[in-house]
């Protein structure tokens, strides 16, 4: 069983508001990944980091999206200014080397709802 | 770019039955991609149920098979005999070739099995 740890599991926020989550890596995993799953089932890559430096990340996510995985603290998405098309499960994944083939871990999810 | 295609939302199939849920993707970033199947159970975070990396060979997991077959860019998972255990959402995946790379998720299948 994974052992990804995403907080809080519940988040409503209004428009316009601040959106924080929080994602805690299996342990030994340095590569994270975040992702968005909307209400279609769709998901969206949205950011990875190794240790602290990210890989790779959307053009979404540089403009109202910011992803940090500090050193020796919880990973964070934090959205600046929340929009209603917003609202979706954020899904934090971890894996030991970010490889291709790798498993990836995830986490129960984060679900936002903008109102 | 990438994509992934489930052609079946929802497949509700009674128990002791035979199950296929079909995967095709489609590539242009890598003639060869990893491909995944992850499954979400009621509860429960998204995880792996079975990979294969090398185009011609068959993954196998808690009876569940898929093969990947680069003629027809298919990963359609299959399973001889399904249990009420096996209701879920199922996901087929598409990893890249490079360190760090995201997975491309299809829309997902939610399968029921009837008792």
């Known amino acids: 069983n994974s052992k990804v740890i995403q907080t809080p599991r519940y988040l409503v926020k209004g428009q316009g508001q601040k959106a924080k989550m929080r994602c805690i890596p299996e342990k030994g995993h340095p590569v994270v990944f975040w992702y968005q799953q909307n209400k279609n089932n769709e998901f969206k890559f949205l950011i990875n980091f190794q240790n602290q430096e990210v890989l790779q990340q959307i053009d979404m996510t540089e403009k109202r999206f910011s992803a940090e995985c500090p050193s020796n603290s919880p990973c964070s998405l934090e959205i600046q200014s929340s929009e209603a098309g917003d609202s979706a499960l954020y899904l934090c994944?971890?894996?030991?080397?970010?490889?291709?083939?790798?498993?990836?871990?995830f986490g129960s999810g984060t679900r936002l709802t903008v109102l | 770019g990438d994509s992934v295609t489930q052609t079946e939302g929802q497949v509700t199939v009674s128990e002791s039955k035979s199950l296929i849920i079909n995967c095709t993707y489609s590539t242009t970033s890598i003639a060869y991609p990893n491909l995944f199947w992850y499954v979400r159970y009621p509860g429960e975070g998204l995880q792996l149920l079975l990979k294969?990396?090398?185009?011609?060979q068959k993954g196998s997991s808690r009876g569940f098979e898929a093969t990947y077959n680069k003629e027809t860019t298919s990963f359609h998972l299959q399973k001889a005999s399904v249990q009420e255990s096996d209701s879920a959402v199922y996901y087929c995946?598409?990893?890249?070739?490079?360190?760090?790379?995201?997975?491309?998720f299809g829309g997902g299948t939610r399968l029921t099995v009837r008792p």
């Open positions: 995946a598409l990893g890249e070739g490079n360190a760090g790379a995201k997975l491309t």
């Open positions: 294969v990396i090398t185009a011609g």
């Open positions: 994944a971890s894996t030991k080397t970010g490889g291709a083939a790798e498993t990836l871990y």
